[in-house]
């Protein structure tokens, strides 16, 4: 199971530095997590400042 990040980004680009798997790209309007690339670890929660992260 993938995570996925909600409307509730801020962009602020920590998940992206935390994520080991290169998953997190910049979207259009948010970060946005490659589900063939997540390995569900779940390190961009924990860092996430806003809570926007969660499993999907």
Known sequence: MAHKI?????SCGTCV???N?????EG?????IDKDK???C???VEVCPVDAISPE
């Open 6 to 10: 909600s409307d509730e980004c801020i």
């Open 17 to 19: 530095d935390t994520c």
């Open 21 to 25: 798997f290169e998953a997190i790209s």
């Open 28 to 32: 259009e309007d948010k970060y946005i």
């Open 38 to 40: 997540c390995t569900d």
């Open 42 to 44: 779940g390190a961009c």
